[in-house]
């Protein structure tokens, strides 16, 4: 889902729908746990596949090919 829109109306239980990510896992970085600086929006399929792992690098689109 990637780059897709999250779903703000969606139930709890649906991919797409709003969950609260932990930039850096809470498990390895537990000082961060509630750090409004390491929350961000995910999708919740994304937010579970994801699980403890480190968490992509994704700047976005190019405006254009350099």
Same mark, same amino acid.
């Given at each position: ?29 537990? %000082? ?21 792992? %480190? ?8 405006? %254009?090919?350099?």
């Amino acid at each position: 889902m990637d780059g897709q829109p999250i779903d703000y109306a969606a139930g709890d239980d649906m991919p797409d729908s709003f969950t609260v990510d932990h930039f850096h896992p809470v498990s390895t970085h537990p %000082e961060l746990g509630n750090d409004p600086a390491n929350l961000r929006p995910a999708h919740r399929a994304c937010n579970l596949a994801r699980g403890n792992g %480190e968490a992509p690098l994704s700047l976005g689109s190019l405006s %254009e090919d350099w």
